[in-house]
């Protein structure tokens, strides 16, 4: 995985990526992670990016352009058992996600051979992503929480405003709102 550029979302790799010199040197985080994992069900359009802010200081402290990107219909390609807060499932899922890093989900999509049999397959449905107008952020060495605040509410209502914008394209309804969570 580290041969076509894949490497670790922690503070030492963003930071020698954004630090070399010139241009396209690019990174992009799945900012929801595995707590977002645990909230994908067909017919949900939801974020988890409420209490997500390190990667706007980090965007701050390199001058980096945050870019919101979201795709559409990535919770239809599999099924999951979503736990309830507080049941027992949950319970074990984020001890998982504690100790582990991740969350372990069940889920199912469909067979080898026909989309009518259980199986670990995606189901065949389209998956399309859109990407938004960079937001241009400026270089702040010890950037503030005020600052850190201010970009990522921002970066919250620039996704927003791109899901809103695409939303009946992709066939959601007009009345369709994303979850930020």
């Known amino acids: ?53 390190g990667f706007v200081k ?23 058992v979503i736990f309830e807060e507080g049941s027992w499932g949950r319970w074990v899922q984020k001890k998982f996600q ?20 259980w199986g670990l397959l995606p189901y065949s449905k389209p998956i399309t992503t859109v990407v938004g107008e960079p937001i241009t952020i400026p270089k702040i060495d010890n950037p503030s929480q005020k600052d850190v605040d201010f970009y990522h509410s921002i970066y919250v209502d620039s996704l927003i405003k791109l899901f809103d914008k695409y939303k009946s394209k992709f066939g959601l309804p007009e009345t369709e709102v994303l979850e930020v969570n």
């Open 58 to 80: 980090l965007a701050l402290c390199h001058g980096a352009d945050l870019v919101p990107v979201y795709s559409f219909g990535e919770n239809e390609v599999y099924k999951q």
């Open 98 to 117: 504690k100790h582990i890093g991740f969350a372990p989900c069940i889920f199912h999509g469909r067979g080898l051979f026909s989309s009518n049999t």
């Open 1 to 53: 995985l580290l041969n076509p550029g894949i490497c670790p979302v922690n503070r030492d790799s963003i930071d020698y990526i954004l630090s070399k010199n010139g241009s396209g040197n690019a990174i992009v985080i799945v900012v929801g992670g595995a707590a977002e994992s645990l909230n994908c069900t067909p017919g949900k359009n939801s974020v988890t990016l409420k209490n997500r802010k």
